[in-house]
Structures are given as C-alpha cells and as structure tokens.
C-alpha cells in the first residue's frame, strides 16, 4: 500500500494520517545511540597496544595426602555407585546421599 492510500484509510478510520505515514517511513536513526558503523570505526583507527608479555604459569602444587586419599576415596565411591546404581535409587537413595555415606565410611575403614 502506498503512503497516500495509508493515510486516507487511516482517516477513514478516524486515526490521523500521521500515525499510518510514520509507518511507512523508515526509522530515523538515533544521535544517542551510536550504530554499528560508528562504533567499529573508532576501533579500527585506534593506534595498536601491544598485549603484555604474559607471565609464565605457575606450577602446581602437589596434592597433599589428605586430598590424594580423598581422590582415592570418590573414586571407589563412584565405581560402587556406578555398579549398584539400581539397587540404590530403588532403595531411595540419591548420588549425593550415597557419597556422603561411602566417603564416611571408607574414611572409617582408613582407606
């Protein structure tokens, strides 16, 4: 529909003709907002930083014993988990329950 035929049946209907004409028209851009030309330009003109040096990473520190036996410790309590899965949510238990109670245990057995 061409602008003249908007306006005249946005009279018709007792808009006024402005209200069909601006939707007609394309959206005038912004000043407050800066589009997407505006804003990559600045960047490309922006001289170069050269990026710090980066600094080495630092080792690793070991894993003390306490946290080696608690790694040993949920494993054994995964593969129980895994192999008894069924059993255990039958019998209402959740993974997080389990842990706890298996984790204790073990700790109990010195393990």
């Not at 800066?34 to 980066?54: F, G, L, V």
């Not at 003390?64 to 988990?81: P, T």
């Amino acid at each position: 529909m061409t602008p003249c035929r908007l306006a005249t049946l946005a009279l018709a209907l007792g808009l006024p003709a402005s209200v069909a004409l601006a939707q007609t028209m394309p959206a005038q851009p912004n000043p407050l907002r800066p589009s997407a030309t505006t804003r990559s330009a600045p960047a490309a003109t922006a001289p170069a930083t050269q990026a710090p040096a980066a600094e080495a990473p630092k080792p690793k520190r070991k894993r003390s014993e306490a946290q080696l036996a608690n790694d040993n410790r949920m494993r054994a309590c995964g593969q129980e988990w895994r192999q008894n899965k069924a059993q255990f949510t039958a019998a209402g238990k959740t993974w997080r329950v389990f842990n706890v109670e298996c984790r204790a245990r073990l700790k109990a057995q010195g393990r």
